[in-house]
């Protein structure tokens, strides 16, 4: 969700590269509702790890694919990682999302919903997408894993995260990466397209 906080920065590998040459705050004309999310979107705009959805329409509100997330967090993070065979049947190898998605399963960040699918054109939970980050960050060594599951407690419904979703939430709540709404985290809403560019940005400044 949105809102403000400290963090703590951490050492690690490179981060993403500035940008050269600004793009205009106005790139979107539909990002006014959402001021906690502006300058995320803008800032990663300008470095080209997230772009709209065709002429002045970022779409802020909408649920985010499993494919679009995992574009973001390769764009972000491992633009240059090598593309390896893949088990998921509903992959189209001509789709502008394969080499993402294959990206990001040589680099243990993403899993299928199963062993044969990917889940393209599904949306994503707050959860799975806070382990996809985590597993992003923790091979760049901005994150460590935690056995420190208090940053949790702040949130009212963290008893609705699985099970298998609470290291990862811990980790990235204690770096302060994720920091919930109106003292929750909605662990199984699905994620915005705004949510995602806050938290990413979040990311991105913890490598600076």
Same mark, same amino acid.
């Given at each position: 969700g949105g809102g403000g906080g400290s963090s703590t920065k951490i050492s690690g590998g490179t981060p993403p590269a500035e940008p050269v040459s600004p793009i205009s705050k106005d790139i979107?004309?539909?990002?006014?509702?959402?001021?906690?999310?502006?300058?995320?979107?803008?800032?990663?705009?300008? &470095?080209?790890?997230i772009n709209g959805k065709g002429g002045m329409k970022f779409c802020?509100?909408?649920a985010i694919t499993r494919e679009e997330a995992v574009k973001i967090l390769i764009c972000a993070f491992y633009?240059?990682?090598?593309?390896?065979?893949?088990?998921?049947?509903?992959?189209?190898?001509?789709?502008?999302?394969a080499d993402f998605i294959?990206?990001?399963?040589?680099?243990?960040?993403?899993?299928?919903i199963n062993a044969s699918e990917f889940g393209v054109g599904d949306s994503i939970t707050r959860q799975d997408?806070?382990?996809?980050?985590?597993r992003a960050?923790?091979?760049?060594?901005?994150?460590?894993?935690?056995?420190?599951?208090?940053?949790?407690?702040t949130f009212t419904d963290k008893n609705d995260i699985s099970d298998y979703e609470q290291t990862a939430m811990a980790s990235m709540g204690n770096a302060g990466i994720?920091?919930?709404?109106?003292?929750?985290?909605?662990?199984?809403?699905?994620?915005?397209?705004?949510?995602?560019?806050? &938290?990413?940005?979040?990311?991105?400044?913890? &490598?600076?």
């Open positions: 979107f004309d539909d990002i006014a509702d959402v001021p906690w999310a502006k300058d995320a979107i803008v800032s990663l705009a300008q &470095m080209n790890v802020p509100n909408d633009p240059e990682a090598d593309t390896v065979e893949i088990p998921f049947s509903d992959v189209d190898n001509s789709a502008w999302y294959k990206k990001a399963y040589g680099k243990g960040i993403a899993k299928g997408l806070i382990t996809l980050a985590y960050f923790l091979a760049k060594g901005y994150i460590e894993e935690t056995a420190d599951f208090s940053s949790l407690d994720i920091q919930g709404s109106n003292g929750s985290v909605n662990p199984k809403g699905n994620a915005t397209r705004a949510e995602v560019a806050v &938290m990413c940005a979040r990311m991105v400044e913890l &490598m600076k």
